[in-house]
């Protein structure tokens, strides 16, 4: 039997020798999981090298040039082994798109740039336990929806959109944003694209609020550098951080004057970042107020328009019929130029804007980062591994960390961080989800981890878990 000196030297030499990451003698029980054999590539630490992960508690407690053993362990032999990928920007936030962004590689995801008017019940939607970790933000969209008593559920259709708001509604717009903050709202999501009859005095005014919290601005800004230019100012007045979701979706034929803009204000201080998606379409409500203007279109733009229903291609008076009913639609209306301009660039970090609803949405949803790491690192060579996994992991972990504590255990593989790991084979991962078929999972994401606990295994979901939690600023 060991002394209590004993007990008390050997317990200081294991907590210090896990601090360091260093490989310490084991048996089959000191590790829940152990990931052996893979490739651990880590943007934060420059990490790329064959090493054993040893998991426990829900954390990362050694990574080791040596073999290691546990209670559970994967083979990642001829993997690569990265921290899970974080999403910053997804709709829905329902167990259909959770299980097609974990088969995507995704441990973390965030609906930001809409959010939610009652941050407490949101959560509280969720706290049963979910697939992959979730956070929202308070949403300028949805309470201005609120106050202005407008009648959709998502993105507005009638006052919320087109109602100029009187100052006292301002106001009380503003008081509802600060108590979403103060119950711990991630951020705030600002949509002058879609609140259109908000006045840039009313934006400026969330711009405050948010810059009290210090709490990043997710924005889909109005068409075109004018709209860049609006949030850029307020965040300037106000301090509050900027990050400007979709810039290739807002900026089409100016991405890379946009992203010129971006990188210029940063060079001068400002807290600004990005997001891009790898797709030429984007998709949204064809009752919102981005096609408040439709009836001035030409007939050819009509064209570019999908119904996801059925595939067809509008006309005018199919657009006129489906707007009346209301819906999804995808907008044809990028370029490939365009897209790869913004997914290289180093600004953009990489978030899906997926949804899907009984099938129906955008593949963007299932195949995001499986298409980044397929199509621009393997096949165009475009972008390096380490770049793309910090786009996916590190970046989006850094944007938030700051009024989230706990994302600085997120996006990265180090000793203490949270287990949120995906294991891929880079031979084979792609993309398959298409515009006609949107929920084919990826090919080639082999394991995901969320917080020490797989949730797919060989490429297929785990059955009965339910591991993600809540992802919340404190209060």
């Given amino acids: 039997m060991k ?40 943007p934060e630490s420059g990490l790329d090298a064959v090493r054993s992960i040893g998991v426990r508690g829900g954390k990362v407690a050694a990574i080791s040039e040596a073999p290691l053993t546990g209670r559970r362990v994967i083979d990642a032999g001829g993997l690569v082994v990265a921290p899970g990928f974080i999403d910053l920007h997804a709709h829905g936030q329902t167990e259909e798109t959770y299980r097609l962004q974990a088969l995507d590689g995704v441990t973390t995801t965030f609906e930001l740039e809409v959010g939610t008017a009652d941050v407490d019940r949101w959560y509280r939607e969720r706290e049963k336990g979910r ?26 259709t009638g006052d919320g959109a087109h109602k100029v708001a009187t100052p006292a509604e301002i106001a009380e717009i503003a008081r509802r944003i600060d108590e979403g903050l103060r ?39 109005r068409g075109g550098m004018t709209g860049l230019e609006e949030v850029i100012t307020g965040a300037l007045i106000t301090g509050a951080p900027l990050h400007v979701v979709h810039i290739n979706s807002s900026s089409v034929a100016l991405t890379r004057e946009m992203l010129q ?71 044809h209306q990028n370029t490939e130029e365009m897209v790869a301009a913004a997914i290289n ?14 099938g129906i949405g955008h593949p963007r949803t299932a195949g995001t980062f499986s298409k980044v790491l397929g199509r621009y690192v ?19 972990a850094q944007r938030l960390q700051a009024r989230v504590p706990v994302m600085a255990g997120k996006g990265r593989i180090r000793v203490g961080a949270d287990a949120d790991i995906t ?36 490429g297929k979901l785990v059955p009965g878990v339910a591991p993600g939690r809540a992802v919340r600023a404190p209060q």
């Fill in 3 to 42: 002394s209590p000196l004993t007990r008390l030297l050997l317990g200081a030499v294991l907590q210090g020798g896990l601090a360091l990451g260093l490989a310490i003698p084991s048996t089959a029980q000191d590790f829940d999981l152990v990931i052996v054999k893979g490739r651990v590539v880590d």
């Fill in 131 to 156: 697939l992959i970790n979730y956070g929202v933000s308070i949403g300028q969209i949805q309470v201005r929806m609120a106050v202005l008593h407008d009648p959709a559920t998502f993105l507005p």
């Fill in 183 to 221: 119950k711990g709202a991630v951020a705030m999501g600002l949509g002058p694209s879609y609140t259109s009859a908000a006045t840039p005095w009313e934006i400026l005014e969330m711009f405050r609020v948010a810059g009290r919290h210090h709490a990043s601005v997710h924005v889909h800004i």
């Fill in 261 to 331: 803009i971006i990188s210029e204000a940063r060079a001068h201080g400002l807290d600004i970042t990005t997001e891009a998606y790898p797709y030429t379409a984007g998709m949204t409500e064809i009752q919102s107020a981005n096609y408040d203007d439709w009836e001035q279109w030409p007939d050819e733009r009509f064209g570019t328009i999908e119904w996801p229903v059925t595939g067809e291609r509008l006309t005018r008076e199919t657009f006129r019929k489906y707007r009346a009913i209301g819906g999804p639609v995808i907008g």
């Fill in 345 to 358: 660039s180093p600004l953009t970090a990489i978030a899906s804007d997926g949804y899907m609803t009984d």
């Fill in 378 to 396: 393997r096949e165009a060579k475009s972008l390096s591994l380490m770049d793309a996994l910090r786009k996916m992991t590190l970046m989006p």
């Fill in 423 to 458: 294991i891929f084979d880079m031979a084979t991962v792609v993309d398959r989800a298409t515009y006609r078929q949107p929920s084919l999972p990826s090919d080639g994401i082999r394991h995901v981890i969320v917080g020490g606990v797989p949730v797919v295994s060989e």
